[in-house]
Structure formats: C-alpha cells, structure tokens
C-alpha cells in the first residue's frame, strides 16, 4: 500500500509552510517559551493570521467557524505546526475543549464558546490532574457544590499548561461525593478571572514556565457552565483525553529534532567530527528515522479513523505511546553525540545547536507522562485495543 496525500492536502501544506516562512523569525529555532512575554506575543500574532485565513478550526463545522475539512486536513495543520515548532497552535482550545464541546454541550454554549476559539480570540486551559491525583483521575477531590444558580468549587489543580495565560478553563469536578468515583464527577468551564482562583506558578528543570497549579477557594461558576449533564462528566472528559491523545505533535516533533541532527552529524563545522564517519552512528539515526515514520504513520491513522466517524481509543494510546517514546529517544541520541557541547547554555563560546537538545529533552521528560501516562496507555491498549481481562 502506497500513502498519499491528495493534491488538495500538497496545496494547502505548502501554502502553510509559506505562512510559517513569513512570520517566524528568521532566526527561529523553537519551541516557544510561554514564561516569555515575546514568545507569548509571537503566539497571538500567529493564532490571528491562522484564524483569519481559516485554519485553526478548519475541520470544524461551518456553522462554528470551520470549513468542514477532512480531520486528515487537520492533522497535516498540526504536523507542519510542530515540525517548524510554531507558536499559535491552540490545541486546549481547538483539538481537545471545542470538538468535545460539540458533543456534549448544548447549542448554546456551542455558540458562546466555539466562535471566540475559531476566531483566535480566547486561550483555553486543562483542569484535570490535581496534587493527589494523576494516573488515578476518578480519585479527584475538587469539589463543586450546588448553591442557587450557581456551583462553588473549592480544591486544586496541578500540572495545569498555560493557567498563567488561559481565559478560561475546562475542568473535572466532584458533584456527588457518596457516588461511586467515575459516577459524581462533572465538567465544568471556568473563567479564569473569577474571584478566588490563584495561579501559582512551576518552573520546570528545563528553566521554563510552563506547567501551574491554580486554586479555587469558593470560586462561584454558574450553572450554565456545566457541560453534558450533572454527574456525568467522566464520559465528557474521557472524549478530551481522546482527542488529546491522538495528535501528531510528538511525532512532527521527534522528525524535526531528528533531520537537525542528521545535518548537524554531516556539518562540517561540528564539533564532534567523528560521528560523521562512526558506522554505529549512521546506523543508529536509520534505527531512529524507521521508528519515527512508523509512529507517524499510526497517527495518520488515528486522523484516518476520525474522518470515519470514530473516536479512536486505543489507537490513540497506541500512537501517543509510539510517538512520544521515539521523540526521547532521539532527543537522548542528539545529547548523547553532542556530549558535554550540547549541554552548555546558549550563547556559550562553544554550545552546539545552542544547547537546544538539552533543553528540549529536560523539558519533554514529561512527554511518556501527560495526557495519561505511558503505563496508563498501555493498560488502554490491552483491555480496549486487545480484549483482555483486567487481572
């Protein structure tokens, strides 16, 4: 079987690449940096002319700012987006919060919701893990209870990505604490501007501000904002974790640090020269290029999936397993030649690739662990993808 895309799919990944081309600094090497106020700025820039040439949402419905494009269409977007480790790409917002929306929400969050997404106008934010609550997500404490109109939620969340810069938060709750774990959790939606939410920040080992935990001291939320119905959010909020999981970030992002390597190993200007000529090395890069075609290839055909219909399960635990494991080990590869070179700061006299391979491996430590841990995904695929048993 030959994979193609179609001349339409070519037509469009080549006009984004001129897009990308034209507003990415000339020196951009990536990724962004959220702590800084410049990167944040270039990430706003970049979601507007997105938005405004109709690819943010593209696969979208029409009625909410989309084009009603293929998910296929969608996942070129995301693939050229992380292989040029561009800014803009709201995925809380448009991959994960807006199409579980449009599944669970009713017509009229749809319309309060969706646009602002589909327009660039709103930076959405995931409250799922908590301090005491990670791999084990029913386990959740946050509590929201029913006061009038409204719901007060007092708790805390953790790990939470761009709560220092998020509008609003999509988040599980506790609702019914007598219930059995999976049956008293709702999803509600947050303003992150309520009275009595703070945001702390976590600066990770890598030196960036990226991850928050943010907590809620009697934070009023109207009842408005519950998505699907009380009581039933776990549903909901497994369909997040779907489209989550089904990116092709990793992948992009493992190919990209991959081909800078392979130029890096053929400059002539690299430090380390003998790994130009080390039979071992050029061996181990074709190990690295097969693994990471064959973890792309599974997430094409998660978007295959999708454009069927389907909300993939254990297929996209299956690709963010694969992908998200070859992406360390090419980053542990790329540390490993470059030895004590590639881990001296930038704008050391002799940092090689600006010291980025250390920094982008320290930052993706937590790769195998977000979204659900890699251990997690691997029960997925063994129960949901293989049929077996439990114990």
Request: include cysteine; charged fraction near 25%.
């Given at each position: 079987m030959r994979f193609d895309f179609t001349p339409e799919e070519k037509d469009f990944k080549r006009q984004l690449s001129s897009f990308l081309d034209d507003v990415l600094p000339t020196d951009w090497h990536g990724p962004a940096d959220e702590s800084r106020d410049d990167h944040w700025t270039l990430n706003q820039d970049i979601k507007k002319g997105l938005a405004e040439r109709g690819w943010l949402v593209m696969s979208w419905p029409k009625e909410y700012g989309g084009a009603?494009?293929?998910?296929?269409?969608?996942?070129?977007?995301?693939?050229?987006?992380?292989?040029?480790?561009?800014?803009?790409?709201?995925?809380?917002?448009?991959?994960?919060?807006?199409?579980?929306?449009?599944?669970?929400?009713?017509?009229?969050q749809r319309k309060r919701h969706l646009g602002s997404i589909a327009r660039g106008e709103i930076q959405w934010c995931q409250g799922y893990s908590e301090p005491n609550s990670?791999?084990?997500?029913?386990?959740?404490?946050?509590?929201?209870?029913?006061?009038?109109n409204d719901f007060l939620v007092t708790?805390?969340?953790?790990?939470?990505?761009?709560?220092?810069?998020?509008d609003m938060m999509f988040m599980l709750v506790r609702t019914d604490p007598e219930a059995a774990p999976h049956k008293g959790i709702s999803l509600i939606l947050v303003d992150m501007k309520s009275p009595g939410v703070e945001v702390l920040p976590i600066v990770n080992m890598a030196g960036v501000h990226s991850f928050n935990?943010?907590?809620?001291?009697?934070?009023?939320?109207?009842?408005?904002?519950?998505?699907?119905?009380?009581?039933?959010?776990?549903?909901?909020?497994?369909?997040?974790?779907?489209?989550?999981?089904?990116?092709?970030?990793?992948?992009?992002?493992?190919?990209?640090?991959?081909?800078?390597?392979?130029?890096?190993?053929?400059?002539?200007?690299?430090?380390?020269?003998?790994?130009?000529?080390?039979?071992?090395v050029r061996?181990?890069?074709?190990?690295?290029?097969?693994?990471?075609?064959?973890?792309?290839?599974?997430?094409?055909?998660?978007s295959y999936r999708q454009g069927k219909g389907e909300i993939p399960s254990s297929e996209a635990s299956m690709s963010k397993v694969a992908a998200s494991e070859v992406y360390?080990?090419?980053?542990?590869?790329?540390?490993?030649?470059?030895?004590?070179?590639?881990?001296?700061?930038?704008?050391?006299?002799?940092?090689?690739?600006q010291g980025?391979?250390?920094?982008?491996?320290?930052?993706?430590?937590?790769?195998?662990?977000?979204?659900?841990?890699?251990?997690?995904?691997?029960?997925?695929?063994?129960?949901?993808?293989?049929?077996?048993p439990r114990k």
């Amino acid at each position: 079987m030959r994979f193609d895309f179609t001349p339409e799919e070519k037509d469009f990944k080549r006009q984004l690449s001129s897009f990308l081309d034209d507003v990415l600094p000339t020196d951009w090497h990536g990724p962004a940096d959220e702590s800084r106020d410049d990167h944040w700025t270039l990430n706003q820039d970049i979601k507007k002319g997105l938005a405004e040439r109709g690819w943010l949402v593209m696969s979208w419905p029409k009625e909410y700012g989309g084009a009603d494009s293929s998910p296929m269409m969608n996942t070129i977007f995301a693939e050229e987006m992380a292989y040029r480790r561009a800014p803009g790409h709201d995925r809380f917002g448009t991959r994960m919060f807006g199409p579980t929306l449009m599944r669970f929400g009713t017509e009229e969050q749809r319309k309060r919701h969706l646009g602002s997404i589909a327009r660039g106008e709103i930076q959405w934010c995931q409250g799922y893990s908590e301090p005491n609550s990670g791999s084990d997500l029913a386990s959740l404490q946050t509590r929201a209870i029913e006061d009038g109109n409204d719901f007060l939620v007092t708790g805390a969340k953790i790990w939470t990505s761009l709560a220092h810069r998020a509008d609003m938060m999509f988040m599980l709750v506790r609702t019914d604490p007598e219930a059995a774990p999976h049956k008293g959790i709702s999803l509600i939606l947050v303003d992150m501007k309520s009275p009595g939410v703070e945001v702390l920040p976590i600066v990770n080992m890598a030196g960036v501000h990226s991850f928050n935990q943010v907590v809620f001291d009697n934070v009023r939320v109207p009842k408005s904002n519950l998505v699907g119905d009380l009581n039933d959010g776990w549903r909901a909020g497994m369909t997040v974790l779907n489209f989550e999981r089904s990116g092709i970030d990793y992948a992009a992002w493992a190919r990209a640090a991959l081909e800078e390597m392979v130029d890096y190993v053929n400059s002539d200007e690299a430090a380390v020269t003998s790994a130009k000529t080390d039979s071992t090395v050029r061996i181990k890069l074709a190990e690295l290029h097969m693994e990471v075609e064959a973890a792309r290839l599974m997430c094409y055909d998660v978007s295959y999936r999708q454009g069927k219909g389907e909300i993939p399960s254990s297929e996209a635990s299956m690709s963010k397993v694969a992908a998200s494991e070859v992406y360390l080990k090419v980053l542990d590869y790329g540390v490993e030649i470059l030895g004590m070179y590639g881990v001296l700061e930038p704008g050391s006299d002799q940092a090689e690739l600006q010291g980025r391979f250390f920094k982008m491996r320290l930052f993706y430590t937590s790769g195998p662990i977000l979204a659900g841990t890699n251990e997690i995904q691997k029960n997925i695929i063994a129960q949901r993808g293989l049929g077996l048993p439990r114990k």
